[in-house]
């Protein structure tokens, strides 16, 4: 009706634009609303001139477009500002944050790069700002004295928290993702199974094996044909093989000679991949391409499915063999999963869930797969490119065990003080899990003086560690074995390996979250590095680009083709 046409005052009017007709009728005893012929997103008014002009029923209206018009130059002028103050480090832009400067280093292979240069221009520790209201702002700090108070001294304060638990679901309730009594009890028991004489010696049987039917003859093969060799692929199909066998008592064979192609370890690279996706973007992107099924979390729904179908099988077949050899009263193997079935572990049966049997598989493949892999892939490069360390390493060898080239003793092993000191060296430039996340409860005030409030997020960032002056000197940059050996205390001519704070060489974690395979795995890098090198000669291939992943494991993007030799 007439009577209920609205009309508005002429300050309100703009200039004109082509779109259709607009009318806003106001019922009686109803509120306002507007009717949009064709669907118009923008309401305009006739004029006796056949013009239609723009009209806003609201003054907030025309404030909010004067705000839009004027964002971009508001935008340029807060980045003009921030470049010219020489204290900026990263810029820090209206409603993004910082970042813009994040992803553009993830795309050009320089993340890990960014991260070091953030934090020697910064002193040490850095506040990162995120996208506003996304709730990724996070501290960031290589201050030894913040690690070994967040690691250690105030470790109750500072979990894995419940952001960290989300980003990383594919883990479950594994050791790596939980906290409080659960994480406790799970350390128990792992560390309790690892440390037996039988599981000592079942990995380095399994070792051995692998390293004479897998990797020494394809090495061989690869010298006497020049072909070149993925030595980076090489270690992830060693010690997924190895892992295997040690905690599912299952050889997948990936490490062979025709290198088959298996989808379930294909899956477990992509999970890693996507895992680091999700730290560098908001939790409601990564939570809406889940919930809808795009992007990368396509990539990873299907690549979980493919593994948790690989752990549910071998499970099934590990319980129905235990289940026959205890009815037959059979010896039983040594490996991880049966000991947990057989009781031998301590949990009590009634937890022994195919969920809680799948979460600890899946910890355990993480760690005994991809740590031991992306430090022997770094040692292999960092010898080849240092012929002077190699030529000290040929030598120990050759003393320790002489020209015998058989598997090594674990004494001789112990015996191995510089290729001991080569392993640290690679680990402090290339620490296989190059970032520790956690998250504060309480409000704390750090060594360095930032204060934290609650629920704080903070980085650590390992790799930026080992490349600060300040904790390596001057010669950070080198390949230096010897920074790890010192003389003994009772026999000068003897070398031991130095002892180095956790706070400082963080690769293993510090504190009651020290890493429980840490003797494990020097026993096993340094089995593969002593009989790998006394057989070949690595030579990188000439201009093969080698770089660290943006992945939450330091491998290289490219991998790592080198020509194999066999010694003289």
């Not at 934290?452 to 010669?475: A, C, K, P």
């Amino acid at each position: 009706p007439k009577e209920n046409v609205v009309s508005f005052p002429n300050h309100l009017l703009i200039n004109s634009v082509s779109i259709n007709t607009y009318r806003q009728t106001k019922p009686p005893n109803k509120p306002s609303f507007y009717i949009y012929n064709n669907k118009t997103s923008i309401p305009s008014c006739p004029f006796p001139n056949g013009r239609e002009k723009i009209c806003f029923p609201h003054k907030e209206m025309a404030t909010l477009l004067l705000l839009v018009l004027f964002l971009p130059f508001l935008c340029l002028g807060w980045f003009a500002i921030q470049n010219n103050n020489k204290a900026v480090i990263i810029p820090n832009w209206p409603v993004v944050g910082m970042l813009p400067s994040l992803l553009w280093n993830v795309s050009h292979d320089l993340f890990h790069e960014f991260i070091t240069r953030v934090m020697k221009q910064s002193g040490g520790t850095f506040r990162f700002r995120g996208p506003w209201f996304a709730g990724v702002d996070f501290l960031i700090t290589v201050d030894p004295m913040n690690v070994h108070h967040i690691l250690s001294k105030n470790f109750n304060n500072y979990p894995k928290g419940p952001n960290l638990k989300a980003i990383l679901d594919p883990l479950g309730d594994g050791i790596f993702n939980i906290d409080g009594e659960s994480w406790k009890s799970q350390r128990e028991t792992i560390h309790s199974l690892i440390n037996t004489t039988k599981f000592h010696h079942l990995m380095l049987k399994t070792l051995h094996d692998k390293l004479q039917n897998g990797l020494i003859p394809i090495l061989h093969n690869s010298s006497s044909k020049l072909h070149n060799n993925n030595l980076q692929e090489l270690m992830k199909r060693l010690t997924f093989d190895t892992i295997c066998s040690l905690v599912m008592g299952f050889d997948p064979k990936y490490l062979s000679i025709e290198l088959p192609s298996l989808p379930y370890a294909d899956a477990f690279d992509v999970i890693e991949q996507v895992i680091l996706y999700r730290h560098c973007v908001p939790t409601t992107v990564w939570k809406f391409q889940r919930w809808v099924g795009i992007g990368d979390e396509r990539k990873m729904r299907e690549a979980q499915e493919c593994f948790d179908g690989f752990l549910e099988e071998r499970i099934r077949v590990k319980k129905k063999d235990s289940f026959e050899k205890k009815e037959m009263e059979t010896v039983v193997d040594d490996d991880f999963l049966t000991m947990i079935l057989s009781g031998e572990a301590g949990i009590d049966q009634g937890k022994l869930t195919d969920g809680f049997l799948r979460d600890v598989m899946f910890n355990l493949l993480v760690a005994g797969r991809d740590t031991i892999a992306a430090a022997l892939s770094w040692f292999f490069w960092l010898v080849a490119k240092n012929p002077n360390v190699e030529e000290k390493i040929l030598k120990e060898l050759d003393q320790v065990m002489g020209k015998e080239t058989s598997f090594p003793t674990t004494d001789e092993l112990n015996k191995m003080v510089y290729l001991h000191g080569a392993m640290c060296e690679t680990l402090r430039l290339y620490p296989s899990v190059p970032y520790e996340h956690k998250q504060s409860i309480e409000p704390d005030v750090l060594p360095s003086g930032h204060a934290i409030d609650g629920n704080t997020r903070i980085l650590l960032s390992i790799f930026s560690m080992g490349r600060m002056e300040e904790i390596w000197g001057s010669d950070w940059m080198d390949f230096k074995p010897e920074r790890w050996i010192s003389v003994g205390s009772t026999d000068e001519k003897k070398m031991v390996v130095s002892h180095v704070p956790a706070y400082k060489f963080a690769a293993f974690m510090a504190g009651p979250r020290t890493c429980l395979g840490r003797k494990i795995a020097f026993v096993q890098m340094k089995a593969v590095a002593s009989c790998v090198l006394c057989r070949f000669k690595f030579e990188v291939v000439d201009d093969h680009p080698v770089v660290p992943d943006a992945s939450i494991l330091m491998f290289m993007k490219y991998g790592l083709k080198v020509r194999v030799s066999n010694r003289a």
